[in-house]
Every structure is written in C-alpha cells, then in structure tokens.
C-alpha cells in the first residue's frame, strides 16, 4: 500500500530535549517536505526536499533541521524544543510537487512543555 | 509572489443543503495547478482534485463540483447537498513554477461543519 508513515504520532517532551519526527514513503517520490498546522494558520511549510541530498528552508525553518541521506526517509529534526514548536506536524511526498498530489502522512502531535 | 485566499474561515450548514467554498488566488505566471484537499475530523489530508489553469472546464464528481474561473482568478469548490460526513477543513492550493523548482501554497483553510 502507498503511504507516508511518521513517528511518533503523539509526543510530549519538554523543552530543550531534542527530538527526531520520522518520515518515509514506499512511492519512489523525489519530492518530500514537512508541514506544521496550527488554528488559523493553515498548512506552513518548514523544510523541504526535491531529492536526496537537496533540501531547503520553507516559510518557517527556525528552529527544525532536516536531512535526505536516503530517497525514502526525511526525519525532521529539533534540537532543543520550545514551547512555540507544539504544533501538528505532516510529512507529504509528491512525485511531482509541481503537477502532482501530495501524499500526506497521518500526522504527528507534539506536545512541548 | 503567489497568494491563495480563503476568506471564509467558518461555515455551518444543515444537512442536505448546498455550499460553496471560495478560493481566490493570485499568480504571475500563465501555467499553474490548482488544489483541493480535505482534512476530516481524524486528522489526515486528502486529495481530492488537481486543475491545471489551461483547463476551464467546469468539473463534477458525484455531489461534489470545482468552478474554475481565471478571469476571477477563482477555483471555487461546492457540495450539493451536504451530508454530516461533509464535515472537514478544506485546503485550496496553488503550485507555481519557481525556477528550476517549484513551490505549493495553502490558503489557511475553511473548517465547514455539516449539522444533522
């Protein structure tokens, strides 16, 4: 089955332990990015990738990293949480950002205290 | 610089009325995609259609309909007769050619509520 699959789904931590959201998709996309939601202000791009070892800041970066060593996987990175990190965060693929859907993942709730 | 607007934030509708969400973006360049996605009460993002600006063409998929008008630089989304499963946030998008690359904007979404 296609899919994008992200852990962990739920997390608290505090602030300052850093933390990895995994990311990895089974559809062979080059495309992959990360997303975080929050109420009123719709889907904001963090960071994104176009292929292995490309990747670049979206419209919010502060504070998150990201790597692409492998097609599959782009783990979102934070090292040393804040509070204004708690958020809903979504990977999404797209074989084609351009022309192409995203495929989403189920999403990750972090919770930082 | 590419813009998407969803102005309505919120709409409560009752059931088996209809509904149009509105979307309105800006772009300079000629060729673009536009997006629908939906995100249900559980959480996940859906796509639900892809419309490319060469493609005027009005398009209907059961009781759901897309309105894409470039004069108004609109891409209107509507629900006929609206059912409580209905309920969601709504995304439109806009994916624009930048360079080599490209980039995909979301409006802030419009949350409908679907009551019985």
């Known amino acids: 089955e296609a899919q994008v699959t992200q852990n962990p789904r739920y997390l608290i931590t505090v602030t300052g332990k850093k933390l990895t959201v995994t990311c990895s998709q089974n559809?062979?996309?080059?495309?992959m990015s990360w997303y975080r939601q929050d109420p009123g202000l719709g889907l904001r791009q963090i960071y994104y990738?176009?292929?292995?070892?490309?990747?670049d800041k979206g419209d919010v970066p502060e504070g998150y990293k990201v790597s692409r060593k492998e097609k599959r996987n782009f783990p979102l990175i934070l090292e040393s949480p804040s509070p204004n990190q708690t958020s809903l965060y979504f990977c999404?693929?797209?074989?084609?950002?351009?022309?192409?859907?995203?495929?989403f993942g189920e999403g990750s709730r972090l919770t930082v205290l | 610089a590419q813009k998407v607007t969803q102005a309505q934030t919120e709409i409560s509708v009752v059931e088996k009325e209809d509904v149009t969400l509105d979307c309105v973006y800006e772009?300079?360049?000629?060729?673009?995609?536009l997006f629908w996605y939906k995100q249900p009460p559980s959480g996940e993002l859906v796509f639900l259609i892809r419309?490319?600006?060469?493609?005027?063409q009005n398009e209907i998929s059961g009781r759901y309909s897309w309105n894409f008008q470039k004069s108004t630089s609109s891409f209107n989304f509507t629900i006929t007769a609206s059912q409580v499963v209905d309920s969601a946030v709504y995304f439109c998008a806009l994916s624009e050619r930048t360079g080599a690359n490209s980039k995909l904007t979301f409006g802030k979404g419009i949350t409908l509520s679907v009551r019985p």
């Open positions: 772009t300079r360049d000629t060729t673009y995609y």
């Open positions: 990738s176009m292929n292995v070892e490309v990747t």
């Open positions: 419309r490319n600006s060469f493609d005027e």
């Open positions: 999404a693929s797209s074989l084609d950002l351009y022309t192409g859907e995203l495929f």
């Open positions: 559809m062979n996309h080059e495309y």
